[in-house]
């Protein structure tokens, strides 16, 4: 199989990354185009111990250390508030983060293509979490009928500098507690105190107002039938605490109206 055969694959996915990384589309091109032409004649090799992805990404990152280039912005576009964003996360932990988040790379993986050890790539991430649920902090709906696990929840959300606004055991409950006050973010169950549905409550809300919502979940073959928009943010019960922090700050971090919020 060609060179090209292998990464056109993943051409469209490392383009774009790039743009996150720069916050320009055109300055991204450019390095991957770089990359590419190094690769074709034979002054980069793609690792033979990683997956063409995987390693089509580690040539970026050893081009990109080459040229010297500063990972500042470059020009982001006018109202592009996530590019801003970004660039205000320092270099390193912005590419950890946008490898495992954006590009859904293990921490394995990203430490792989950054050529570090994955302790590095998971602290790297940390700091980069931190930033993000600094700046978009929010106020949090917790639906949930379980007392214990809702305390967990609304302990890591406020160890991430959110406030816990309301917290709901019911469909009922939860859309009632919406209209009171507006959450920035939803974390839900779907098997509720009453026999009532989460996702029913959840499509309820939605209806009215634009928010991120993370389902954690026993049961997440309920959602996962294609029979309607699967969520991005589904953790499955019993949850680990960091799995749960990173996917609030990803939530926060790639929702449109939290963007246009954070501007």
Known sequence: MSLLARLAPHLPYVRRYARALTGDQTTGDNYVRVALEALAAGERQLPTDMT??????????????ATGAQLEDGGAAEGDDA????MRISPRSRQAFLLTALEGFTPSEAAQILAVDPRTVERLIAEA???????????????????????DIESLVKELGHRVTGTATTHDEAVDA??????????????????????????????????????????PERLLTGERPEPTFLITKPFQPETVKAAISQALF?????QKQAA
């Open 52 to 65: 063409p992805r995987v390693a089509l990404y580690h040539v970026f990152h050893t081009i990109w250390s």
């Open 83 to 86: 590019a801003h964003r970004l």
């Open 129 to 151: 979490q931190s930033d993000i649920d600094a700046e978009l902090a929010t106020d949090v709906l917790i639906i949930e009928d379980e007392a214990i696990i809702s305390a």
């Open 178 to 219: 919406v209209s009171r006050h507006t959450p920035g973010l939803v974390l839900a169950d779907i098997q509720l105190a009453d026999g009532s549905s989460g996702i029913d409550a959840v499509k309820d809300i939605l209806k009215r107002f634009d928010v991120p919502v993370i389902f954690i979940t026993a049961f």
């Open 254 to 258: 790639f929702h449109p109206s939290r």
